[in-house]
């Protein structure tokens, strides 16, 4: 929740936020959007209200609901670029075939414990990867925990927060090296950044030189 602060900081004119959840208190650590008093109030309009303090000018999409394939195309529609900060694998791979068939850039970022990854995905390009061309499908549930069962060091998330904003940033104004055919990987504990170049899969059931989706799907 740290990367619409600096989107709206930044001046981006409109900005949308997707989410069907309430503020508990366990939140506060780590999405600095909130404040205690905002504990049980919806998370976008509480953001909007953040935000909207920040900075008057920027419009700011509440839309308090619950992304499924149903929904997702119609939400991402009005948006130059997707920033998805999401804690489940459906959302993320649904996010991805969605920016994926509205050829629209993904920069996605994600937090365990002490450790951060972060990408733009462009598989809409012939020759940049999507996110199944690094996770083909969706681990099989309860196979791999959750923020919520390991835990996250808020300062970390906001490490990755400030850094997805900056790339949403370069995107926009089209400014130096993107993240894009690339995954960046921080670990909090050793201070450590490596980034690593990830490929166009030509297996990819997606983007792929033969794909098997053809439609929007979570599960491929």
């Given amino acids: 929740m740290r990367c619409p602060a600096y989107l709206a900081a930044a001046g981006i004119g409109r900005l949308g936020l997707v989410d069907d959840d309430a503020v508990s208190l366990s939140n506060l650590q780590r999405q600095i959007l909130f404040r205690t008093a905002d504990v049980g ?3 976008v309009a ?3 209200q953040t935000l909207n303090a920040l900075n008057p000018g920027v419009t700011v999409d509440i839309h308090p609901v619950r992304l ?3 929904n ?3 939400l991402i529609a009005p948006y130059d670029i997707i920033a998805d900060g999401s804690d489940n694998f459906t959302t993320r791979f649904l996010l991805n075939d969605a920016c994926f068939f509205a050829k629209k850039p993904l920069v996605s970022a994600a937090v ?8 733009t995905y462009k598989g809409f390009a012939s020759d ?3 996110y199944r061309c690094l996770f083909a499908t969706p681990p099989p549930p309860g196979s791999v925990a959750s923020c919520s069962e390991t835990g996250v060091l808020g300062a970390a998330a906001g490490v990755m927060g400030s850094l997805q904003a900056l790339e949403v940033l370069k995107e926009a104004a089209g400014l130096g090296a993107g993240l894009a055919g690339k995954v960046l990987i921080y670990k909090a504990l050793s201070t450590e950044f490596h980034t690593v170049a990830l490929a166009k899969d030509a297996a990819c ?4 030189k033969k794909p098997t989706i053809t439609g929007l799907s979570r599960h491929g």
Avoid: D, N, S
């Avoid at 365990?112 to 990408?119: N, P």
């Avoid at 059931?205 to 792929?208: D, F, I, K, S, V």
């Fill in 41 to 43: 109030r919806l998370k």
């Fill in 72 to 74: 997702v195309m119609e």
């Fill in 205 to 208: 059931a997606l983007c792929g």
């Fill in 68 to 70: 499924t394939e149903a």
């Fill in 112 to 119: 365990t414990e002490f450790e951060g990854q972060l990408a």
């Fill in 128 to 130: 940049l990867p999507c």
């Fill in 46 to 48: 509480a953001g909007k």
